[in-house]
C-alpha cells in the first residue's frame, strides 16, 4: 500500500472521480472534498462516490472549499504529499446566467485551498484550468505561450486568475504549482451539462439536439482516461521546486461538431432531429490543442480515439439509465 496522501478537491465530479478511481486503485491515499452542489443531477455525484466509498483508502468530505475554516480542519496535522484541485463553478454557458457563481467558487475557493496548502506545507499543487481561456484565439494549434489576456466569458476570467494566483505563491512560497488546461473533457460517468451527454439523451428520448453556431463549432475532444493518465505522470514525477508551470493537456486532434454528433448516432442507431442556432454569445469557436510541452516534460501520449471514446461513453449512459436502445 502506497502511503501517499493526496487531497483530490471535487472528487464526486467526472474528472475527480476518474482521478480519485486510479489513485485508489495505486494504493494512494486519497481524501476526496466535494459539496455535492445541485449544479448538475447530485444522484450522478453520489453514485461515483458510492464507488470511491468501497475503497478502504478513501476518505470522503463533505464541505464547502469556500469555507475557509472546515477547509483547515481537513489539512490540520496531515502531511499532503499533493493537492489536486478540481472543485470549481465548470461550464461556459452558466457563466452567463450565475456569473457570481464563478467569483465564489473559482476566486475565493481558489484562494481558501491555496492559502490553506501553503500554510500546511504542502509543496506540490495540480490544479484545473481550460482551454476556454485562449478565446477567440486565430492562431492553431493553441500554444500555452499564447496571449490569453481576452477571455470571452467570466468562466475563463476566473481560470485565468486562479493561473495568476497560483504563479505569485509559488514565488513567494517555493510552492511547484501546475496549472492544467483541460480541452472538452468526456467519456463515461461525464458531465449533463455537456454536449455528449445532452446529445444521447435527447437523441434516446426522440428530442431535437440544439445545435449553437449552425455546426461550426470545432473542438478538441479529449478522453477522461487520458486526462487521468497525464495528471497521474506529473503527480508520480519525483521533479521538486518547478516554479509555476501551465500546460494544454488535450487529444491533440481537431474534430467538428457535426462529426461528433454523426459517431453518436452510429453508436445509438438513431439519428438527431437537429435544430441549428446561431452562436452563443461567450463561446469558443474552436479549440486545438498543442500538447508537446506535456509530452516533452512528462511523457504525455493520449491514446484514445474520439471513435473509441464516444462509443466507450455510450457503453456506460445505456445501462446506467436503462435505456434499451432498440426501444427507442
Ligand atoms: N470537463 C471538461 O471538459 C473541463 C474542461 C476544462 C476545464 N475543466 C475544469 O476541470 C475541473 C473538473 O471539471 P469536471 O468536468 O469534473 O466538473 P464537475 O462539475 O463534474 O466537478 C466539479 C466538482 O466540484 C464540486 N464543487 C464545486 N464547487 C465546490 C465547492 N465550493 N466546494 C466543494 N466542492 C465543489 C462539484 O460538486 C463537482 O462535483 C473544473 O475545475 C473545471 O472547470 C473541465
Known amino acids: 500500500m502506497n502511503k501517499k496522501k493526496i487531497i483530490i478537491t471535487g472528487s464526486a465530479g467526472f474528472i475527480g472521480f476518474h482521478l480519485s478511481l486510479k489513485l485508489l486503485k495505486k494504493g494512494y491515499q486519497v481524501i476526496g472534498i466535494d459539496n455535492l452542489n445541485n449544479y448538475y443531477d447530485v444522484k450522478l455525484k453520489k453514485d461515483r462516490n458510492k464507488i470511491l ?54 476566486i475565493l475557493g481558489f484562494f481558501n485551498v491555496l492559502d490553506t496548502l501553503r500554510k500546511n506545507n504542502v509543496k506540490k499543487f495540480i490544479y484545473a484550468s481550460t482551454s476556454s481561456i485562449y478565446g477567440l484565439q486565430k492562431k492553431f494549434p493553441l500554444k500555452e505561450k499564447f496571449n490569453t489576456d481576452n477571455p470571452i466569458q467570466l468562466y475563463a476570467a476566473t481560470k485565468k486568475s486562479n493561473e495568476v494566483m497560483a504563479a505569485s505563491y509559488s514565488h513567494l512560497y517555493k510552492i511547484s504549482t501546475i496549472g492544467l488546461r483541460f480541452f472538452t473533457v468526456y467519456g463515461p460517468w461525464g458531465r449533463p451539462d455537456m454536449a455528449l451527454f445532452k446529445f444521447t439523451k435527447n437523441i434516446l428520448g426522440g428530442k431535437p439536439i440544439d445545435i449553437f453556431n449552425k455546426g461550426q463549432h470545432v473542438r478538441d475532444f479529449t478522453y477522461v482516461e487520458d486526462i487521468v493518465k497525464g495528471i497521474f505522470k506529473i503527480i508520480i514525477n519525483k521533479k521538486i ?43 469558443v469557436i474552436k479549440t486545438h490543442s498543442d500538447t508537446r510541452l506535456l509530452k516533452k516534460d512528462y511523457n504525455y501520449y493520449p491514446s484514445t480515439s474520439v471513435e473509441n471514446g464516444v462509443q466507450k461513453f455510450i457503453e456506460w449512459y445505456i445501462p446506467y439509465f436503462k435505456y434499451n436502445k432498440k426501444k427507442n
Do not use: T
Request: proline share 1%; hydrophobic share 35%; glycine share 6%.
Open 241 to 283: 521546486n518547478l516554479g509555476s508551470r501551465i500546460y494544454n493537456i488535450g487529444n491533440g486532434k481537431k474534430i467538428s461538431l457535426m462529426k461528433y454528433i454523426e459517431l453518436i448516432e452510429k453508436n445509438l442507431m438513431k439519428k438527431s432531429k437537429r435544430r441549428y442556432l446561431s452562436l452563443q454569445k461567450g463561446d
Open 53 to 106: 466509498k468501497e475503497y478502504k483508502n478513501y476518505i470522503f468530505k463533505k464541505i464547502d472549499i469556500k469555507n475557509l475554516n472546515e477547509l483547515k480542519r481537513i489539512f490540520k496535522n496531515k502531511k499532503i504529499y499533493c493537492v489536486i484541485h478540481l472543485a470549481a463553478q465548470a461550464g461556459v454557458r452558466y457563466s452567463l446566467i450565475n456569473p457570481k457563481s464563478y467569483i465564489d467558487n473559482n
